[in-house]
């Protein structure tokens, strides 16, 4: 059986100098749900812009489904469901005429009624789009995604700007649709969504896949589930301090940003003890101490030294 | 293997129903009917702007009786024996005679208030002042000489005799109506394709269709679908209001009008496609359209005759799209020319059409 959605080698050159993607390769499976996370500017939306069909890529292969976009673009389109970044619907029809008007393009679509209940717009059916919240449009946006029937859905970024209730009920829409047999594709730069709702991620920064697993293969990596911070008085970031945290027992690796120190470990227990030792022998007092869950943040931080998010 | 049974086995969830071949379409050209409906500005732009700009321009240049002109007679000697002439002459009440001091006089000429200033010549006769650059300035002297000629006896030797021809067809608001609705079929082609299009563009709408199985013919039939159908409604309203309000007698069959009324519309149509192929924003859309309309506004005869124009160049006036239309409207509306006789009009109309359609398709952004 053919891969959901398979892409090899894709490329993406812009005027001959930026080059947007390179050298990508994914295979994911029917009844997946996989993510692209990376940071904004990481050829995230490139990426499923060129597997959506959209944008044609500079070099590589795509298959949906086992079909290319070459041939039959019209009867692939029939299985998928999009969702871009930022799109306004029109906002001088109702939400179930946009809800119809997408199913009219479809051969064998689902009634709007249906989709509007799943998507919890049933009381907003007759609103216009332009009276609609931030996190009803987003949830409008999918509907029409849906209304298709599709067999893969593809979502640029759908929770981005959304108030946190909102998000979730996105990520319960979604989880469903995946729970009826459905394929997802996302990408997203919030560590939580993809922590929450994909099966498998791919990281993506500047073109390329730097990792790729399920999310606890991912942090597994790391070597540690735990991430101990802190904070001290004194010099606690220079060669010589570093060196010394990072000879604490359980310690997998060491980072600092700004003064604030991070020990990936394995278990807290073993190794806050001896670094309230270390920091005291160093002679600088405890300004600050947390421990918390190791996360793709981390994971990230970990591969390429910066932030998913620039603050 | 065909390609539908390649396809997974089992949908996601069972459909409800099956769309035809033309739903998407309809769908389409309902759903811009019924943004426009929500849009007041709109109606008022495509509908209510042209009858109202109609019924000012209608108004302001209603034939009125004969033009009274206006005459300054220098006080002086003579004086008493001009107005007493003009008096029992016959175009009395045509002629609006005041008396003034010379200064007065010279600067009411020089300033249009007056067409015409008489002097006596101390001799009998009578000096005419006037500029032969204004016409207003010329008939007056040619009128008040022969009231004055007359009134003082002279005889004409040729007998002749005049009839009044007051039919409508010859009047100003005749020659305005066929030139506004040629107007309006231009603008509100171009604006409602080429600026609404790189709206949905901007918008990302355009991108997020074809995202869909739509098919982009279906979408470029139901912009032109909903394009005739505004037509008939904005030709309609103009020429009814025509025949209503200034009783301009349409001489064509409607069916040619509206034949011909199509042919522009989709003519203008097509180069609403092309202006709005690549352009990314609407401010850049905004400034190509009225960059290439407004030259027609001027020399395509909407308001006036492009006859005025040196005749050099007359055959790139007649060439342009709005002129072949404004010509074949009036010919069609106010002769009843059969649309035959106006093959070479349409012809122009269609290869502007036509090849910017295809430049069109070749360049558009989709995404």
């Known amino acids: ?311 | 293997m065909s390609l539908a049974q390649e396809t997974p086995a089992t949908p996601v969830r069972p459909p409800i129903r099956r769309n035809g071949r033309w739903s998407a379409f309809s769908h389409l050209v309902t759903v811009r009917m019924k943004e426009l409906k929500r849009e007041p500005e709109v109606v008022f732009w495509v509908f209510g702007f042209p009858l109202l700009l109609a019924l000012g321009l209608g108004i302001a240049f209603r034939n009125k009786p004969a033009d009274v002109t206006f005459v300054a007679i220098v006080q002086g000697s003579g004086t008493q024996d001009a107005l007493s002439l003009i008096e029992r002459s016959p175009q009395k009440s045509s002629i609006h005679a005041e008396l003034l001091d010379k200064p007065a006089a010279l600067k009411g000429f020089r300033l249009g208030k007056y067409d015409l200033v008489v002097e006596s010549d101390g001799k009998g006769g009578f000096q005419y002042l006037y500029d032969p650059a204004r016409p207003e300035s010329v008939l007056s002297r040619a009128e008040v000489d022969d009231a004055l000629q007359v009134a003082a006896g002279r005889k004409n030797p040729l007998p002749t005799s005049s009839v009044i021809s007051n039919e409508p067809g010859s009047r100003y608001i005749d020659f305005l109506i066929p030139g506004l609705i040629g107007m309006n079929l231009m603008n509100s082609g171009m604006w409602s394709i080429g600026f609404a299009l790189v709206d949905m563009r901007q918008r990302k709408l355009l991108k997020r269709f074809v995202a869909t199985p739509m098919r982009r013919s279906d979408f470029l039939l139901a912009l032109a679908g909903g394009r005739l159908v505004l037509m008939i409604a904005e030709v309609g309203l103009l020429l009814g209001f025509g025949a209503l309000v200034f009783h301009i007698r349409v001489v064509g069959s409607l069916l040619s009008i509206l034949i011909l009324s199509a042919i522009g519309a989709v003519g203008f149509a097509g180069l609403g496609l092309l202006t709005a192929s690549r352009a990314q924003k609407i401010e850049s859309v905004s400034g190509l359209i009225n960059l290439i309309m407004m030259p027609m506004w001027i020399f395509s005869g909407v308001f006036f005759s492009y006859e005025r124009f040196p005749s050099v160049i007359q055959p790139f006036i007649k060439a342009l799209p709005l002129t072949a239309l404004n010509d074949a409207l009036r010919a069609t509306i106010l002769e009843g020319a059969p649309l035959a006789t106006q093959a070479g009009r349409l012809l122009i109309l269609v290869l502007w059409g036509g090849i910017s359609f295809l430049l069109a398709l070749r360049w558009f952004r989709w995404t």
Not at chain 1, 108 to 118: K, N, T
Not at chain 1, 257 to 272: K, M
Request: aromatic content about 4%; glycine content about 10%.
């Open chain 1, 1 to 311: 059986m053919p891969a959901a959605i398979e892409c090899r080698d894709l490329r993406k050159t812009y005027d001959g100098k930026v080059e947007a993607v390179r050298g990508l390769n994914l295979r994911i499976e029917r009844g997946e749900c996989f993510g692209l996370l990376g940071p904004n500017g990481a050829g995230k939306t490139t990426t499923i812009e060129i597997l959506e069909g959209l944008l044609d890529p500079t070099s590589g292969e795509v298959t949906i489904l086992g079909h290319t976009w070459q041939k039959n673009q019209r009867e692939v389109r029939e299985w998928l469901g999009v969702s871009l970044q930022e799109t306004r619907l029109s906002e001088k029809l109702t939400v179930r005429e946009t809800i119809e008007l997408f199913a009219s393009f479809y051969r064998e679509p689902r009634s709007a009624d249906d989709v509007l209940d799943d998507l919890q717009l049933g009381e907003k059916a007759d609103a216009f789009v332009g009276k609609l919240s931030g996190g009803q449009r987003q949830r409008l946006a999918v509907a029409t995604a849906l209304v298709g029937n599709p067999r893969i859905l593809f979502l640029d970024e759908p929770t981005t700007g959304l108030d946190p209730q909102s998000r979730r009920q996105l990520w319960d829409i979604i989880r469903s649709f995946q729970r009826n047999g459905g394929t997802v594709l996302l990408t997203t730069h919030y560590m939580d969504e993809a922590e929450r709702l994909c099966d498998r991620l791919a990281i993506v920064d500047h073109g390329e896949i730097i990792a790729e697993g399920t999310p606890s293969e991912l942090i597994e990596r790391l070597g540690g589930h735990h991430v101990v911070e802190f904070e001290a008085s004194g010099n606690s970031s220079d060669g010589s301090a570093l060196d010394s945290w990072r000879g604490l027992p359980g310690v997998e690796s060491v980072r600092h940003d700004n003064g604030l120190v991070s020990l990936t470990v394995r278990e807290p227990h073993l190794t806050i003890p001896p670094l309230l030792d270390a920091v005291e022998k160093h002679g600088s007092q405890l300004l600050h101490l947390t421990t918390r869950q190791a996360s793709l943040e981390d994971v990230f931080v970990n591969l390429t030294g910066r932030h998913l998010r620039e603050l």
